[in-house]
């Protein structure tokens, strides 16, 4: 079985300690990168992709009222992160959050947008990796912002269906162009919780089987990816929960229906993980019993081993003390009888402990 190792999530709060609220600084470990702007500024019948090279060139996506994607790939330039926040008018709290990748998922209506901060996950098939990257997203009036730390095929899905003009993506807002990016990371979420759903089936097995200290490793490795599966899903259920309630108006109701479809598949992936945490600590208690059992079946053939051979060992001590007149010591099958009676014994204790079903 692969090892499943713990998620891999640096969170460098230190870095902020003593600074003034509003200062940003990033707090992530992704190598350093140019940063990727793209944009996609669409309606029903029009979509115009751009790749602005700097901030300022965003500015002419306030004055449209087609919906417009900024998608920003890359946090380590802090200086273009503000001038692309001072742009689009963003809180300088929102700038410190962006760049703050240790961000509690949740839900923050500053009025003129609204900043959800969300956690993707993603798993390597082949080793088991769990992989923790934030995901910043501000929902305005004809805007969104979408700021990640590296470049990825996350969004795959949503950029295709807004270049072929399928589905709705195109004939809505900003609002469901949020919906269909948190969609995408809600079933990340579930491809992850089966993965680990299958793991955990695959350990249970060994630990019935041949339970050894590398299957420790592995429940103590499952049993963090579970914690970190758990930390990013569970206060995801208040964010939507907010916005299907409709407490902010930059939600239309028609969108408001998708997201307590997101509500439900979150409630759903909370079950899953809540499940699997309990089987763990099943199949944990399973592998101390193994392993107890193991050590109780040594311990019978070691004390059965020991009890046949002590009144063994008490004749040949009786006949190895150095005296002179002994019974036998002078007949000439003394010795034979000894070793035949020695024989004896343990045959019969050993029939006695089978019929007992001892060993």
């Known amino acids: 079985m692969k090892k499943a190792r713990g998620p891999r999530k640096v969170r460098r709060r230190a870095t902020k300690a003593g600074l003034p609220p509003g200062t940003a600084v990033y707090t992530g470990d992704a190598p350093a990168m140019p940063v990727r702007i793209t944009a996609f500024d669409y309606d029903q019948d029009r979509l115009e992709t751009l790749t602005p090279d700097s901030a300022q060139a965003c500015s002419r996506f306030l004055e449209t009222r087609s919906p417009t994607w900024v998608s920003v790939e890359g946090l380590q330039d802090s200086r273009l992160i503000q001038q692309i926040c001072d742009v689009f008018g963003l809180h300088a709290l929102t700038h410190e959050d962006i760049l703050n990748v ?30 923790v990257r934030q995901i910043s997203l501000v929902v305005g009036k004809n805007f969104l912002l979408s700021f990640q730390e590296t470049q990825s095929e996350l969004f795959k899905g949503v950029v ?17 162009l949020a919906y269909r990016i948190m969609d995408v990371i809600v079933d990340h979420y579930f491809l992850v919780a089966d993965r680990l ?8 097995e060994v630990v019935l089987s041949n339970p050894a200290r590398e299957t420790l490793e592995e429940i103590y490795h499952l049993k963090r990816a579970m914690l970190a599966t758990r930390r990013s899903v569970w206060p995801l259920r208040e964010v939507l929960g907010s916005l299907e309630r409709g407490d902010s108006l930059l939600v239309t109701p028609a969108t408001r229906v998708f997201f307590r479809d997101i509500y439900d598949h979150t409630v759903s992936v909370v079950e899953m993980v809540e499940s699997n945490r309990d089987l763990l600590s099943g199949i944990h208690d399973l592998y101390l019993s193994s392993l107890n059992n193991k050590l109780n079946e040594v311990m019978k053939v070691l004390t059965v081993i020991a009890t046949i051979f002590m009144p063994i060992t008490f004749i040949a001590s009786v006949y190895g003390m150095n005296f002179k007149w002994m019974p036998g010591l002078e007949h000439p099958w003394g010795f034979p009888i000894a070793v035949a009676l020695m024989a004896c014994v343990g045959v019969g204790m050993w029939l006695y402990f089978r019929t007992k079903s001892w060993v």
Do not use: M
């Not at 240790?102 to 992989?131: C, H, M, S, W």
């Not at 295709?160 to 469901?176: C, F, L």
């Open 102 to 131: 240790a961000q509690r998922p949740k839900l923050e209506d500053f009025g003129e947008y609204l900043f959800i901060v969300l956690d993707a996950l993603d798993q390597d098939p082949v080793n088991g990796d769990i992989t």
């Open 197 to 204: 759903s299958q793991r955990i089936e695959a350990l249970e």
């Open 160 to 176: 295709d269906a807004i270049h072929s003009g399928k589905g709705r993506v195109r004939k809505e807002g900003v609002d469901y």
